[in-house]
């Protein structure tokens, strides 16, 4: 396994950050794509430290300073602080312990030669508490009214009623900026994660679309926030995520009142590269296999299995039109098991083979 895989695998194991100091240049080692510790290491570097092996606490977060050479050192963030990590001597000196055993395999992956047996040198960099001035119980007031105004427009899905409320000030604004004026990253992240939380609350008491479906909302838009690396002013992320949930919700809504063949279009369509039948499709929309084929009939005038080979086949022109993928890959893809079985019915249904509606996609754009 290569050095960059290696270490990669180490930082992803051991939910940490390598960042490396030669001469004057520091650069980061793995793939960081949750945290931004550039300044924890910076103020590391500027602290005079001995050859050893140092255990930093600064700010109440860790860093690992490992002494390669003179002008060369190596930095390890752990994904965690203080207050995660054990208090009483005991567990305390199994962490440390723990640290100078993945010290010594960094080192060797890194530098490539057998570590040296270090002393271990620990420092505490006191937190300066700063003084925050909150603002007056009316105003916080005021700015929770603001967030209600917000859910409520949430709850009748109002878009005028929801562009207006998110114009006002709230409680998300006010705390978020006190972390972002500090540069405290994670508490900015969280008073989001707070926000988006209350939003699906008030989406999920509408009782307009099914509990599951619009947590599975609140999931995507969790990770984009736990994932941001620079994420904007907290005013204009609250505006952007919030209207995300407002649409991807309002088209949710409009899904659950689909009839139940409306409702099975819609799963095959989402579905199109499953091997689908009817009698799971069923089960998946919670209704009986006979009144979903009797309706789909009624609504569409053709079967269900009729539509799912039709869209099949429209989403495999789409492939051969927009994609170099080859024509077996394809198959697999649309859960054809057998590529010669899918190519005599996309032949069935066109007239032409996949390979020639391709060429004849191809010879069109000369």
């Not at 290491?41 to 050859?51: D, Y």
């Amino acid at each position: 396994m290569a050095k960059k895989e290696t270490l990669q695998l180490l930082c992803n194991v051991f939910s940490i950050d390598i960042y490396e100091k030669l001469e004057h240049k520091t650069t980061i080692l793995s793939n960081n794509f949750a945290f931004d510790m550039t300044h924890l290491v910076q103020e590391t570097l500027k602290i005079k430290l001995p050859a050893k092996l140092c255990v930093l606490n600064i700010h109440n977060f860790y860093s690992v300073v490992i002494p390669v050479s003179k002008n060369h050192q190596l930095i390890v963030v752990p994904h965690i602080n203080t207050t995660n990590t054990p208090d009483n001597f005991r567990q305390l000196t199994h962490f440390i312990n723990n640290l100078y055993s993945l010290s010594r395999l960094i080192y060797e992956t890194v530098v490539e030669k057998q570590p040296p047996k270090w002393k271990i040198y620990l420092k505490t960099i006191p937190t300066i508490k700063k003084k925050v001035n909150f603002a007056k119980s009316e105003s916080l007031e005021i700015m929770l009214e603001n967030e209600n105004i917000l859910f409520k427009s949430i709850q009748s899905l109002d878009y005028q009623s929801f562009q207006q409320a998110l114009t006002n000030t709230m409680i998300t604004d006010y705390m978020g900026e006190i972390f972002e004026k500090n540069g405290f990253l994670r508490g900015k992240k969280d008073v989001m994660i707070r926000f988006i939380c209350l939003i699906v609350n008030q989406a999920i008491n509408t009782k307009q679309a099914k509990t599951t479906d619009v947590f599975k909302l609140e999931d995507d838009i969790l990770g984009k926030i736990e994932f941001k690396k620079d994420p904007p002013p907290i005013s204009l992320w609250k505006v952007q995520l919030a209207t995300q949930f407002f649409f991807d919700f309002k088209d949710l809504v409009k899904k659950s009142s689909l009839s139940l063949a409306g409702k099975c279009v819609n799963y095959i369509q989402n579905n199109i590269t499953k091997k689908l039948t009817v009698t799971e499709i069923a089960a998946e929309l919670n209704c009986s296999t006979s009144s979903l084929v009797h309706q789909f009939k009624n609504e569409y005038h053709l079967t269900i299995s009729t539509y799912i080979k039709n869209q099949k086949i429209e989403a495999a022109k789409y492939m051969l039109k927009n994609s170099s993928i080859n024509i077996s890959e394809i198959a697999y893809t649309l859960a054809y098991n057998d590529p010669n079985y899918f190519m005599k019915v996309f032949k069935n249904n066109t007239g032409i083979t996949p390979k020639t509606y391709r060429q004849n996609f191809l010879n069109s754009l000369k």
